[in-house]
């Protein structure tokens, strides 16, 4: 893996560190997404195990559902804040901004979109060929 440093990057510390601030104020708002959904995933097994008299599968099917789409929110949030504390990491290293499969340099625009990518679009696309 190649590690590039933040002169090798062209980046000054000013940009570095404003970097720094949007990945981290991401992963911020992002772990506070996740402790409201663990709130009211929460809430919701309550009110699942309180109110169960009379039940039919209908409401059985729909609270099923409505713990699924709970889950998956989790999953996702989870997933997201993960991707922010990778880029977080890269930076730190001097790596972020650089494909991880390739080592070319991610173009800003990808960046500014997509701030905790990793792959250049080319990398990215041959991924995505590939699992299909």
Known sequence: ML???TIGTGRSQTEVDQIRRSLQ???DELSAQYEQAVLQSHVLRLVEVADTAGDDQADSGTKT???DT???LLR???DRRVQYE???TRLEEGTYGFC???ASAIPVERLEIFPSATTCVQCKQNRERRAA
């Open 25 to 27: 104020a991401r992963y």
């Open 100 to 102: 991880e499969g390739c």
């Open 65 to 67: 559902a409505e713990r």
């Open 76 to 78: 996702t949030i989870l």
């Open 86 to 88: 990778h880029a977080l």
């Open 70 to 72: 709970a889950q998956s």
């Open 3 to 5: 590690v590039h440093d």
